[in-house]
């Protein structure tokens, strides 16, 4: 399972760092995702990275949201800078390719001054 954290209130332009931290599961075998969820709607792929360290990112987190993993602690990261009103969300992390594994809890951002 995955278990998100890092999340909290941050005032406009503010950063946050979220950690995805895998139990029983070797990320090293997926490409992950990070994604997030707004209220009322369906959860949203935010960014991805493959095995290969290539990543990829929706318009919105381009050039303000970084995501890294490492394999050995099973862990992805998505740092966030320049954070907006509208990235507030519930963030999760999962493989991009669905592979029946849980969703966790979600860590969730407010963006808001």
């Known amino acids: 399972q995955f278990v998100e954290s890092g999340g909290g209130k941050v005032q406009p332009g503010g950063s946050l760092t979220l950690s995805c931290k895998a139990s029983?599961?070797?990320?090293?075998?997926?490409?992950m995702g990070w994604y997030r969820r707004f209220p009322g709607k369906e959860r949203e792929l935010v960014a991805s990275?493959?095995?290969?360290?290539?990543?990829y990112y929706t318009t919105p987190a381009k050039g303000r949201f970084t995501i890294s993993r490492d394999d050995p602690t099973n862990t992805v990261v998505l740092q966030m800078k320049n954070l907006k009103p509208e990235d507030t969300a519930v963030y999760y992390c999962?493989?991009?390719?669905?592979?029946?594994?849980?969703w966790g809890q979600g860590t969730r951002v407010t963006v808001s001054s």
């Open positions: 029983g599961i070797a990320t090293s075998l997926y490409t």
């Open positions: 990275i493959t095995s290969g360290r290539n990543t």
């Open positions: 999962n493989p991009v390719a669905p592979a029946g594994i849980p």
